[in-house]
């Protein structure tokens, strides 16, 4: 069983950046592709960014495109978001999950295995 834990979350005003952590246990961390997912009140968990088991292949939402990297770490068993040029449409509860397998990561929510508990991120105007 693979436990996530997200960091990072805040209060930030409109243009300005945050960088979300999220901590694997439980597993072993390279055998699995990682995803960000976002979720609004009141809307659907939509996809974020996704990096294959090592990193290699990643890619983005349209929303979130040119102003977001997402890049893990193996040996500390850690995926990152940084999230630039910040939105108030970025506001959401954030959230890592995680795939086993090496193969391009999915976008859709339901293919993926384990999920943290999210990190709020409210974006201010």
């Known amino acids: 069983q693979v436990q996530l834990v997200e960091s990072g979350g805040g209060l930030v005003q409109v243009g300005g950046s945050l960088r979300l952590s999220c901590v694997a246990s439980?597993?072993?961390?390279?055998?699995?592709?990682m995803g960000w997912f976002r979720q609004a009140p009141g809307k659907e968990r939509e996809f974020v960014a996704a990096a294959s088991w090592n990193g290699g292949y990643t890619y983005f939402a349209d929303s979130v495109k040119g102003r977001s990297t997402i890049s893990r770490d193996n040996a500390k068993n850690t995926v990152y978001l940084q999230m630039n040029s910040l939105k108030p449409e970025d506001t959401a509860v954030y959230y890592c999950a995680a795939r086993r397998g090496f193969g391009t990561p999915p976008a859709t929510r339901y293919e993926y295995d384990y999920w943290g508990q999210g990190t709020q991120v409210t974006v201010s105007s």
């Open positions: 439980g597993g072993i961390f390279s055998r699995y592709a």
